[in-house]
């Protein structure tokens, strides 16, 4: 288990540094990312370079036993580069210049940040390539953190171009963008700009495009450095550090470049709905590699200094939080950062060694968690251990959320309402573009799958057509890659699958979302939450709220399971399931609320037979599962005991049933065993209102 910090030792004299090393040892640290923000360090100006004193804090760090992951530091370039060269420097929607005087002040495609970073790459790599305290290399640092989109003259051209390669003609992008609509037809991809400020709205397919642009960018900087250290003979694993559901980076298109995947996770101590959205992250970042352990790369001790208000974590989250990470497949635990900044934006926020020093609360769980992180026998890696998918795909993220739609929806919260109704039975979860669905996975949810692909659409029904079941819902198989209405009307891909021929969208007043990342979407009620407006269907037994929409749709061979009670689709289907091949295919026709939500998932896993990872948990209590090993973890206020039957990974006894106090946690080795048999299929010809 790799435990550790950032380490920017450049912000300190010389004098520190033996104090690090020995406080590092004390607190069970076994690697540490150096140098992420150093490039001025390392070059003062355009001519100098000065190593000496990474040659001096690598060799304390070895001396120590401390192991190091070698930053590329070219994630803020030093003031020089600004000055000498401006056009590396990013523009915003209108075209004005991001100025130097924080960090990422670069555009991504700028030829010129691209001729220096990857200077300063080929430089360190020859130097430490071979060095044996340097045993990973961290890219640049956390990809379009700040600079979600660039509008430079950079990108311009590099937009054109990158244009011109995917669609070799002209003529082939007006067709894709659809340019007869407004005028919009060009004459040569001289005439396209990135979108910049407009009047009005963008082409939405355009805009697709330009997101594809983006990320895509941001990963040529990253291969570009990648490809540098490997020419220059590293042979240790490579990554840079993601920050788990990131809209502007597809994160998906760069795992397969990632030797390990390294993410970033700030769960927000006064957000309710933290642990969910730490567990989908988490779940998320291991299903980008199966099979590969990942590392959490950066988490706070405590307060971090970025939102508006910074309370610190309760007493024991730090355990249970981390323990979440190695539930869900992580084999290195790291912070931001090291020692506490005395200067410098981010001065309060939290480390492992807190400003206040040792005599701190901070201090003693730190140490405490290495002791116990050491102690760990060596884990499973995480396998195919889930029953469930669930479908995000950041292609549909950017179409969905496109403007001029029959309602907005935030679709990284909706996806987290889905996943919240497995996660609190204690389902384990995949998260999987449509094109990873296959008959490994006995339950697949596709919320929202409003832009889906052909090749997503047949990987979807032949797992239908194998056995699999599916649960998809509203806004779903609108669109194809071009974010073009397929001929045919909607629902045209999985119409046969469900049993459904779709008519309309039925927006329901009121409804409205916003929002983006993980925190804002759940700091306050729930974005997809109607202001007013909705409809109710009854499942259950219960009456169930639909927000967003209440679609028309028209059994073609499924059964109604429910239909709507009130508003204009009263008496319509709200609810479907369908026998298609071996499998089944449920669709909900509108966005229940989070009581609706449960009541469908609940339903569903049972005509599907995925079970939890541990049978009766307790309310407050999560549980994963990564090979044989499963954590149980106690997010409650007070103490529970949950039975089940295994070996204590940390003592090694024999347990049947475990305490944990409130933010406790327990690492068991328990075999799996095989799913329950499904619920038998409704007759096609039944029609059901539960
Ligand atoms: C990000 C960055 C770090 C630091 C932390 C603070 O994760 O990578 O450099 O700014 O945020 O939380």
Known sequence: MLYGADYNPDQ??????????????????????????????????????DFDWLDTVIGKLHAGGISVNLATATASPPPWVSKNHPETLPADESGASYWPGSRQHFAPSSPTYRRLAGELVRRLAERYAHHPAVVMWHVGNEFGCHLWMDFSDAARDAYRAWLEKKHTTVDALNDAWGT?????????????????????????SSMLDWRRFTSDMLLECYLLEREILLAAGVT???????????????????????????????????????????????DLVRSLKPGVPWLLWEQATDAVNWRPANPGKRPGALVAETAQSIARGADGIMFFQWRQSRAGSEKFHSAMLPHAGTETRTWNAVTELGARLAALPELPAPGRDAQVALVFDWENW????????????????????????????????D?????????????????????????????????????GTLLTGPFSDIVDARDQFRDGGFVTQLGPVLGLRFEDFGALPGASAGGSGIGALTAGPSPAAPSGGGVTFTLGGQP???????????????????????????????????????????????????????????????????????????????????????????????????????????????????????????????????????????????????
């Open 398 to 429: 950017w179409a969905v959320e496109e403007r001029d739609h029959p309602t907005e929806i935030d679709y990284l919260a909706l996806v987290l309402e889905w996943y919240g109704g497995f996660h609190s039975r204690g389902i384990q979860v």
């Open 236 to 282: 240790q694993p490579i990554t840079t550090n993601f920050m788990g559901p990131f809209k502007p980076a597809d994160y998906r298109r760069w795992a397969p470049h990632m030797d390990v995947i390294a993410d970033d996770c700030y769960p927000d101590p006064s957000d309710p709905h933290r642990i969910r959205d730490a567990a989908f992250q988490r």
């Open 180 to 204: 007869s609509f407004w005028s919009q037809r060009y004459g040569s991809f001289e005439e396209i700009f990135p979108p910049r400020l407009a009047p009005y709205s963008h082409n939405p």
């Open 431 to 467: 998260i999987v573009g449509p094109e990873e669905v296959d008959r490994a996975y006995d339950l697949v949810v596709a919320p929202a799958l409003y832009l889906l692909r052909d090749d997503g659409a047949a990987a979807i029904t032949r797992f239908v057509e194998d056995g």
């Open 12 to 49: 300190w004299p010389e004098e520190v540094w033996d104090e690090d090393v020995r406080l590092m040892r004390e607190a069970g640290v076994n690697i540490v990312s150096l140098g992420i923000f150093a490039w001025s360090r390392i070059q003062p100006a355009e001519d100098v370079w």
């Open 544 to 690: 169930r709220t639909g927000r967003l929409v209440a679609e028309s749709v028209h059994p073609a061979g499924a059964t109604v399971v429910a239909s709507f009670d009130s508003g204009l689709r009263a008496g319509a289907p709200a609810l479907t399931r369908h026998r298609f091949g071996t499998g089944e295919a449920w669709y909900v026709a509108t966005q229940p609320d989070a009581d609706g939500v449960d009541a469908v998932v609940a339903t569903v896993v049972a005509a599907s037979g995925a079970r939890p990872v541990v049978d009766g948990l307790p309310e407050g209590v999560e549980a994963a599962r990564r090979g044989d090993l499963v954590t149980l973890i106690n997010h409650g206020e007070t103490a529970v005991e949950v039975a089940v039957t295994g070996t204590d990974a940390e003592s090694g006894l024999a347990v049947e049933r475990v305490v944990l106090d409130t933010q406790g946690v327990a690492f068991l080795f328990v075999p799996a065993v095989a799913a329950a048999e499904p619920e038998a299929p409704a007759a096609q010809d039944a029609v059901t209102v539960v």
